[in-house]
């Protein structure tokens, strides 16, 4: 029988939990952008998924373990019921909790996520690579220096990422992106390609999840698309969805405040969802 990791965990603020997980590459500090705002008036529980942060395993795994960890975290808070917010992978994971736990579950904030995400990244090149190295380094030594971004940062994979190129949102890059990507291991990376390429769809099971459900989405992802989001979002019995334009993988990193307002009022429209 598996055997649950002890996940890592960053814990915030009081009142109705919310479960608050990463995408790959992440960690718990990567949703930062997310638990700094909810805590100030909920509790917010941000794990490094096993694999990722610090939480690294010995072994390989499976991608269904990750549910099997968060399960016991749930259990080892005493947590009855909770919000999850997850952003890409931790959409995929928050998804397959509900079905999994649907009685645990208040509701779903699903972030640039898909229950059976499709990609249309484009080839990388070892240009890529470089041009990628060169204006992470920069800009970890100075976030959010325009002429870096400019020179570098919209000639690298990050192209691809974010849309809008600001210093808000090379900043995030500086504080936990960096980190997050060297701090996966390849068991992560094995987990996820695996399930990947084994097909992964959880479409045909969406009509089970019954709570209340908020799928954001970038119209510009390239790594999960738009439409593959929206596919998810229409299978979902009760779920609004939000798109933000000219933005894609890391909006919530690109409009902050924008992605912070759409989510407050959801809740403020949908309070069962924090006070179940």
Sequence with gaps: MATPFPLATQIHGLGFPVLCLHGHPGSAATMAVFTRHLSQRLQTIAPDLRGYGASQPRCPF???????????????????QCLVLGWSLGGILAMELALHQPQRISGLILVATSACPRSDHPPVTWQDYLFTGISSIINWLN??????????????????????????????????????????????????????????????????????????????????????????????????????????????WEIPAQVLSTIDQWLAQHPEVITA
């Excluded at 499976?62 to 009855?80: K, P, T």
């Design 62 to 80: 499976q991608m269904s373990d990750h549910v099997l960890d968060l399960e016991a975290l749930l259990d080892r808070l005493d947590i009855r």
């Design 143 to 252: 976030p959010g220096w325009l002429w870096n971004i400019e020179q570098w940062g919209q000639r690298s994979l990050y192209r691809y990422l974010m849309q809008q190129h600001t210093p808000t949102a090379y900043g995030y890059l500086a504080e936990s992106g960096v980190a997050a990507y060297l701090q996966t291991s390849r068991f992560a990376h094995n987990a996820l390609s695996l399930a990947i390429r084994q097909g992964y769809d959880r479409r045909d099971l969406l009509s089970q999840i019954q709570c209340p459900c908020l799928m954001l989405i970038g119209d510009s992802d390239r790594h999960i698309t738009p439409a593959s989001s929206l596919e998810t979002a229409a299978r979902l019995p009760t779920c609004e969805w939000h798109i933000y334009p000219q933005t894609a993988h890391l909006f919530p």
